[in-house]
């Protein structure tokens, strides 16, 4: 071992040609952009229907799910089975057919549209009639 410091000297020709110092939170946010998410007025809106749902015995279990591209709220019967509905947030479609979109477990899209209060219209119960 030697008493000398492992950093370069100040006054040598290498030490000013050296990198610049880049805090690690700034290199992270700009190579891994921060996920989608769900703001707090659409989470509000689709809990109201979950929990319509809930209460009439047709849905049981929810999963959200932030991913880079998508924002992903998944709606079970059963928590270990597939999704039977999921509700997602998607922003590069924002512009062509709408961010918001229903899709069924077989990867059928219901309803797609740019406003989610219009998407979840296909969650409210018609009345029949019983004779």
């Given amino acids: 071992m030697s ?3 492992d950093s370069p000297r100040t ?6 040609h050296s990198a610049p110092i880049v805090s690690l939170q700034d290199y992270r946010q700009s190579r891994d ?16 229907i979950y929990g ?6 047709e849905w ?5 799910d932030h991913l880079k591209d998508r924002a992903v709220f998944s709606v079970f019967k ?3 089975e ?6 997602e947030k998607d922003p590069k479609l924002a512009a062509k057919q709408g961010a918001y ?13 740019h406003e989610l209060a219009q998407v979840l219209k296909i969650f409210d119960k018609k009345l029949k009639l019983v004779e």
């Fill in 78 to 80: 059963r928590s270990g």
């Fill in 33 to 48: 952009p921060l996920p989608v998410t769900f703001h707090r007025k659409e989470l509000d809106s689709i809990l109201w």
């Fill in 11 to 16: 006054d040598s020709p290498q030490a000013s």
């Fill in 101 to 113: 979109s229903v899709i069924h477990t077989s990867g059928r899209v219901l309803k797609r549209g």
């Fill in 82 to 87: 597939l999704p039977l509905y999921r509700i």
């Fill in 3 to 5: 008493d000398q410091p």
């Fill in 60 to 64: 049981r279990d929810y999963a959200i």
């Fill in 52 to 57: 319509r749902m809930v209460g009439e015995g």
